[in-house]
Every structure is written in C-alpha cells, then in structure tokens.
C-alpha cells in the first residue's frame, strides 16, 4: 500500500522486533499518509532517496524501545527517523528543515546514538499541542540539546553580506 508517490506502508511499519503487533489503527494511518505525502517527499526532493530507519511504532512496539518516549509521535503515525541513502549530512538535512523548507514541523531532530546517526522529522500529534512547537535539537547518545546553525565562512562565489546582493547586476 502506498503512503505517497515514494513511500509505501511496509516501510513506515517494518520493525526488527519480531512478534510485536505493529498494525496502525486507522487514524495512524491518515497521519502516516499525511506524513509521508506532505514532508517526506519534500525532504527526498530535497536530499534524495530516503532509508526510513523507525516509522510508525505501536503502543507494544514503542514499549519495548530503549529510550523511547512513552507518548511518542511514531505511535500515532506522526513521526519518521530517516537517512540519506545518498549520504546527505544530517545536519545539513535538519538544517535544511529549519531554515529553508518551510515545512510545519512539530520536531526535527539531528539524532546519533550506538554508532547511528539519523534525522527524526515529527508532525503535530492528534490531541497534543494546539499547533506545531518548530522545536529542533540534537541528540548525541540519549542528551538533548537545542539545534542551533553554524554560520561558516564563505566560499567562492558565496555572498559574504547582504548589502554585497544589493552590488549586484
């Protein structure tokens, strides 16, 4: 069943916890769809095609996952963790997110833990927070912290201010 043009439903639920129900109920499924239709296929025009690393979790799923939230937003069909299989900086994806993509995130996060490193893109979950927090941070090994952008020097052919775009032909 397909979610989106490049999603399909298998890869939003498969788990490698064998045995654990992880059948989403049928408002799971409308958040998946609008997940995957709306900000996945942005980010995968954006960085490419994407690996989905945990999708949606069932209550029992999500339970027997180390350090995962009791009200996770992947329990309600409501957040993906994502790689580039092109391999797309994750910083450069949340980054992206944040500043550039204009997308209604409820939370994105630059996440790396035992080796792995991931983006975590999260929309507003039914019956949460009246309207989406933008919140993005960084986890490193299970600490949060705020995202915040590093400025870099310029490169060639970068503008170094934007009085120098008004210089411009």
């Known amino acids: 069943m397909n979610m989106s043009p490049h999603f399909t439903l298998k890869e ?6 064998n045995g654990v129900d992880n059948s989403p109920d049928e408002e ?5 769809a609008k997940l995957a239709t709306h900000y996945l296929e942005q980010i995968r025009r ?3 095609p994407l690996r989905i690393t945990s999708g949606y979790r069932s209550r029992a799923l999500n339970s027997v996952i180390h350090m995962a939230s009791r009200d996770s937003a992947h329990s309600y069909g409501c957040a993906a963790d994502v790689q580039s299989i092109n391999g797309s900086d994750v910083y450069e994806m949340v980054r992206w997110v944040v500043m550039e993509s204009g997308l209604d995130y409820d939370q994105v996060i630059d996440e790396e833990r035992g080796g792995g490193r991931w983006m975590h893109i999260g929309i507003l979950r039914p019956r949460h927070e009246p309207s989406p927090r933008r919140e993005a941070l960084v986890m490193r090994n299970g600490v949060y912290s705020r995202f915040s952008v590093v400025l870099r020097e310029p490169k060639n052919g970068d503008l170094k201010s934007p009085q120098q775009k008004e210089k411009l032909p």
């Open 12 to 17: 939003l639920t498969t788990t490698t916890n």
């Open 46 to 48: 954006q960085f490419g």
């Open 28 to 32: 799971s499924l409308v958040f998946l």
